[in-house]
């Protein structure tokens, strides 16, 4: 039993309530995946053109973590600096930041992974009502590293080019596209995407705006670091692995960088006064 003014009780409404929604929802998970059922699936947020994708995603998925570890440092970031920023807000506003940085991550996250997505999609229809080398070099073009070795690729657009009227060659090719196509279509069927870390994210930024000087100490640093350096240095590297896709990696950086951005936007829209702490 938790007695009056202990940890729990101690902290802001809107911290308690968001930490106790992520964690029921983590162990409800748990529990019903034993009956065969997969709430992520449901719950968890969909690309645009799969058909588990609903609207509803965009506010469910960020109650939902795919880990013990995923679920803790998302809480544990929530509860250091989101408990500051409600307490220099307000539970109501913090709420709504929090809910509308979350949203905004979803939605950049979806937007980028589908531009992603049809980029290669387009140029297979493409190739599909125009088989030539110069389309299948749009398709190739596009791909994502790991997936396919586009080397071997280019090698073969190179030896049709040769032989353009070899027929050969285009049966192979159409059945490239179609391996390419079938490929990315059920990644698209089956990409989902969870966790608290893009309404994080905008927690991050909204520290880092409102108490730009406070020093922080990081795990592995032997110095401490101001917050404003600290969420810069954060935004570069998730920016950086996001434009870099590097394969294997399945964090949704730029999610990440929504919640940062609309954050940002959110903040100058409500005309914030900058607080400097040392």
């Given amino acids: ?6 940890f729990i009780s101690s902290m802001p409404p809107g911290v308690r309530q968001l930490l106790t929604i992520n964690v029921v929802m983590f162990f409800l998970t748990i529990i019903v995946r034993s009956t065969g059922v997969n709430l992520n699936q449901w719950l968890g947020l969909h690309l645009v053109g799969s058909q588990m994708w609903g609207p509803w995603q965009y506010i469910t998925s960020m109650f939902m973590h795919g880990g013990f570890g995923h679920l803790f440092f998302n ?8 408990r500051v920023l409600e ?3 307000g539970t109501k506003r913090f709420i709504i930041y ?4 979350g949203l905004g991550a979803g939605m950049l996250h979806n937007f980028v992974s589908w531009y992603e997505f049809n980029k290669v999609l387009e140029p297979c229809r493409e190739f599909a009502m125009n088989a030539s080398p110069e389309a299948l070099y749009d398709v190739a073009k596009h791909l994502g590293d790991g997936l396919f ?3 071997v690729i280019f090698g073969f657009i190179d030896q049709w080019q040769a032989e353009p009227g070899n027929s050969l060659y285009l049966a192979q090719a159409k059945s490239m ?5 079938s490929t990315y279509n059920t990644i698209v069927e089956n990409t989902t995407t969870i966790g608290a870390s893009g309404a994080v994210f905008g927690i991050l930024l909204a520290f880092g705006m409102l108490f730009p000087n406070t020093e922080m100490y990081i795990m592995f640093l032997p110095i401490p670091i101001k917050a404003k350096y600290f969420v810069a240095i954060y935004a570069f590297i998730e920016l950086f692995a996001g434009v870099q896709q590097i394969p294997g990696d399945n964090v949704a950086h730029f999610a990440h960088l929504g919640g940062m951005i609309v954050g940002f936007v959110l903040l ?5 006064r900058r607080n400097s702490f040392y």
């Fill in 87 to 89: 307490q220099v807000w």
């Fill in 149 to 151: 070795k586009k080397d």
């Fill in 75 to 82: 809480m544990f970031a929530l509860f250091m600096f989101g």
């Fill in 177 to 181: 596209v179609s391996e390419i196509e």
């Fill in 98 to 101: 929090y809910m509308i940085c």
């Fill in 268 to 272: 100058k829209i409500w005309k914030m």
């Fill in 1 to 6: 039993m938790i007695q009056r003014g202990g």
